[in-house]
């Protein structure tokens, strides 16, 4: 069985995040979307909120598993008996930075785990999340970027803050 791994914050995820993993999905016969808790790390939501924001928007894809991680992927990976990350590229700026992770995780796992990069949908090209959360912040346009559930989370919670 041809398992795969997508990891990251998603604080929040994005229709860009979404794309990969629809993509991926379909390469695959599961496909682990590992949600990140970095202790170090401030987030917007918390790790329940990412976590229930990345359900809820693949809540249609029975081969997707919605998991929470911390530490090294690989140890993860290993747990898991997942053999192959996926990681989406977007502008070349990703690059430099994708290509070491993949080097890095290639050596700490003495080999056996393998990466493998799609190529970021061209209208999600220049997306992020921090993009998103600025945009938020501002009151902009997010149709483009968000499902309808998780605009509607990221309102609600720059309302919340706002109101502190
Ligand atoms: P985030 O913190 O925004 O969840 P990460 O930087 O942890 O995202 O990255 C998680 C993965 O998602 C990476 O492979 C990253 O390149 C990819 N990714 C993020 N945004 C997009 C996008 N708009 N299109 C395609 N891939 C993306």
Redesign the pocket.
């Known amino acids: 069985m041809k398992i795969g791994v997508?990891?990251?914050?998603?604080?929040?995820?994005?229709?860009?995040?979404e794309?990969?993993i629809r993509r991926a999905a379909k390469m695959t016969d599961k496909l682990v979307v590992a949600v990140?808790n970095n202790v170090n790390k401030r987030y917007l939501f918390s790790l329940e909120e990412r976590t229930a924001m990345v359900l809820c928007s693949l809540k249609d894809l029975d081969n997707v598993e919605v998991k929470n991680f911390q530490g090294l992927l690989t140890d993860f990976m290993e747990e898991n008996k997942i053999e192959f990350i996926?990681?989406?590229?977007?502008a070349v700026s990703?690059y430099e930075y994708?290509l070491t992770m993949a080097f890095a995780n290639s050596d700490i796992s003495q080999g056996r785990v393998e990466t493998i990069?799609?190529?970021?949908?061209k209208q999600?090209?220049?997306?992020?999340?921090?993009v998103v959360r600025e945009i938020a912040n501002y009151g902009g346009k997010l149709s483009d970027?968000l499902n309808e559930e998780v605009e509607k989370k990221i309102r609600d919670k720059i309302k919340i803050q706002g109101s502190r």
């Open positions: 997508y990891s990251g914050s998603f604080d929040p995820i994005t229709k860009g995040h794309d990969i990140l996926i990681r989406g590229l977007r990703d994708e990069f799609m190529p970021a949908a999600y090209m220049y997306l992020s999340s921090s970027y």
